[in-house]
């Protein structure tokens, strides 16, 4: 049937404009679509971020007063936010749509929801935490920063792989066949803040508490992640301070106040956050250890002796005593020569069975209570700690006593030492000074090398040589501890009450975890 010009043209324009409705639809149904895939992918990376926030609270150290384990707490308290939120064709009436991430408590999961691990921010890479190498139940005496996990990362996604959440339903893709699409989104959080701290400084109110002056450089290294930093508690507007050229290496510094360094060539390569949270001094629990009195070993050196000349090593009060070639400056040391107790300190030659007690620069000591302390000041003085805690005082008062070292030489292994009443610690001179803590993590005072006691504040001195070795915390819960010299290692922990620093010299803690602080403060790192 042939159709008339005009029937024909009407014809060819419903088949056009039926084609152009069409493709119009799809056009309109994919920029539908599209904004609802976009507005979907924003809804899960919120859903992301405040999960992994949520994790990252307690994936280092767990919650008081529950028992499991952190990464098990991590996992759940993730789910608990997601399940707070829905995602775009979720809806909120219906209790099974709510978004969900699959638990991964083993941290072995492929491709898993939720991720414990760490965080470097040096690198800003998430290293995903090894099931094989956990971390110990929380106590003192935790490992190095590298076996505690201190991030979390998050996928929250709608995929046909997931089993917790379907693909995203679209509107109008069923009409050219899509019916569904893949989104996701990710987020790392983790949680710093003070957890590991080489340099405590415990005083909370003191104006520069913790002051660098002069050229100093302190480095304080060991602890991965970023966290080997700095605590300082004072509140006070200008709580950390240094001027000249101060340079500082640390992961962060957290001042409860605020630091001011005015010198023009500062170079700070720490991140400072202030207005921080204070914290508690990490050995606030720690025992002092007991003594009895009555078994009181004295002083060491006790009295002066004759150094050189013919009266080598005789007693004496002045250098009238020693003439005619010698002088009255060297310490009496009475020690055990051959027997069963050779080099032992003694008094009386009953003290040394096989041999004979006689005037010695050279002594090994056992542990106890020293009430006059010891003051090495000659240098042909050595003395030998076996393993213990020693107990000094200066319960006369006399020249300082207690732990002073700065002209002889020590040997420490194993050793702490507690300084008590009016005992201080003085350490220099050019000497070989080497005192290390017990490495028994059973022993009460393990990593601990110094302990001034709470109720001691005299000022504690350590001037750095090139012949000190020193590990271990240091721990001045009530005193100001003055550091000078040359470049020295300052084993792996401070914790006073105040720090001053200052001289020419490089300062290295080489912090290793110890004694951790609470994290406090937790962010979105990528």
């Known amino acids: 049937m042939n159709l008339p010009k005009r029937e024909r043209r009407r014809a060819v324009a419903g088949v056009w404009f039926a084609g152009f409705g069409l493709t119009m639809t799809l056009f309109v149904g994919l920029a539908i679509d599209t904004s609802f895939y976009v507005y979907s992918a924003q809804q899960l990376q919120n859903i992301a971020d405040a999960s992994s926030l949520a994790g990252a609270i307690v994936v280092r150290d767990g919650l008081a007063g529950d028992i499991r384990d952190p990464i098990t707490i991590a996992n759940d308290w993730a789910m608990a936010t997601a399940k707070a939120n829905t995602a775009a064709d979720q809806t909120p009436d219906d209790a099974d ?15 898993p929801d939720i991720e414990a691990g760490n965080w470097d921010r040096a690198t800003g890479i998430f290293t995903p935490f090894d099931p094989n190498n956990p971390p110990p ?6 490992p190095p920063l590298s076996n505690l996990p201190n991030a979390v990362r998050v996928v929250a996604r709608k995929t046909t792989t997931s089993t917790a959440n379907p693909p995203l339903s679209l509107l109008f893709g069923p009409i050219a066949g899509v019916d569904t699409a893949d989104v996701e ?9 003070g957890k590991g701290a080489g340099l405590i400084v415990l005083n909370p109110n003191k104006r520069c508490s913790l002051r660098l002056g002069g050229n100093v450089n302190l480095l304080i290294s060991g602890a991965p992640n970023g966290d080997a930093g700095i605590q300082v508690n004072s509140d006070d507007k200008c709580a950390a301070c240094g001027g ?13 106040g605020a630091a001011c360094f005015n010198g023009n060539n500062n170079q700070l390569d720490v991140d400072i956050y202030e207005n921080r949270p204070y914290v508690d001094d990490p050995l606030i629990n720690l025992p002092d250890p007991a003594w009895n009195p009555a078994l009181d070993l004295g002083c060491v050196p006790c009295g002066q002796a004759c150094s050189g000349g013919v009266s080598a090593g005789q007693a004496c009060e002045s250098d009238a005593d020693c003439a005619p070639d010698g002088l009255c400056d060297g310490p009496v040391i009475t020690a055990c020569a051959g027997g069963d107790n050779d080099d032992l300190m003694c008094s009386t030659d009953a003290d040394c069975p096989g041999g004979n007690c006689i005037q010695s620069n050279t002594v090994t000591l056992n542990e106890g209570y020293y009430s006059g302390g010891f003051r090495v000041t000659s240098s042909n003085t050595t003395l030998t700690l076996n393993p213990g805690v020693y107990v000094v005082d200066n319960v006369d008062g006399g020249p300082p006593s207690g732990l002073v070292v700065n002209g002889g030489n020590l040997t420490a292994n194993q050793v702490m030492f507690f300084v008590i009443g009016n005992g201080v610690v003085d350490l220099g001179g050019n000497g ?3 005192i290390t803590p017990s490495s028994n993590l059973n022993n009460t005072y393990w990593g601990i090398s110094i302990f001034q006691a709470r109720n001691n504040d005299n000022q504690a001195e350590i001037e750095g040589t090139a012949n000190m070795n020193l590990q271990g915390t240091y721990y001045f819960p009530a005193a100001r501890l003055v550091i000078r010299g040359t470049p020295l290692a300052l084993g792996n922990q401070i914790i006073a009450w105040e720090v001053l620093m200052r001289g020419n010299s490089q300062f290295v803690i080489d912090y290793d975890g110890r004694f951790l602080l609470p994290g406090f403060d937790v962010m979105l790192v990528h």
Not at 137 to 142: M, Y
Not at 245 to 255: D, F, K, P, T, Y
Request: avoid cysteine.
């Open 97 to 111: 749509s709510f978004f969900k991430l699959e638990p991964n408590y083993d941290n072995n999961l492929p491709d």
């Open 137 to 142: 139940p929380p106590g003192p005496f935790d």
């Open 185 to 193: 989104r990710s987020a790392v959080a983790m949680i710093g803040g």
């Open 244 to 256: 000249g050229s101060v340079n500082i290496q640390a992961g962060e510094m957290n001042v409860v």
């Open 432 to 434: 070989n000074i080497t």
